[in-house]
């Protein structure tokens, strides 16, 4: 089983900065694509950033040049840089993350996804 967490949430100034940590464990024998998404309650949750495990970055276009998503690929764990908050990034950022496993001698591998609980990013004066 692989467990998701995240942390570094909080209530943040507008114009202020917050960095989120996304820590993943457990049995990963591959760890590929990385990323965070957000959700507002009533709304859909929405792709903020992702990193793939060669270092590939994507990011929506309301937070292009705000937002920086990296990765400790040792640790296991993807960060998510936010400068300039907005209080319409007001919202539980989800850290996701896609695992390859080998399911037997053969070699044979199996892909999953898993989500974190999420943490709560609130900006506002």
């Known amino acids: 089983q692989v467990q998701v967490v995240e942390s570094g949430g909080g209530l943040v100034q507008p114009g202020g900065s917050l960095r989120l940590s996304c820590a993943a464990s457990?049995?990963?024998?591959?760890?590929?694509?990385m990323g965070w998404y957000r959700q507002v309650q009533g709304k859909e949750r929405e792709l903020v950033a992702r990193?793939?495990?060669?270092?590939?970055?994507y990011y929506q276009d309301s937070v292009k040049g705000r937002f920086t998503i990296s990765r400790d690929t040792g640790e296991n764990t993807v960060y998510l840089q936010m400068l300039s908050l907005k209080p319409e990034d007001t919202a539980v950022y989800f850290c996701?993350?896609?695992?390859?496993?080998?399911?037997?001698?053969?070699?044979?591998?199996?892909?999953?996804?898993?989500w974190g609980k999420g943490t709560l990013v609130t900006v506002s004066a």
């Open positions: 990193i793939s495990s060669g270092g590939t970055t």
């Open positions: 996701n993350v896609d695992v390859t496993l080998v399911v037997n001698v053969e070699g044979a591998t199996v892909n999953k996804n898993y």
């Open positions: 457990g049995r990963i024998d591959k760890l590929n694509g």
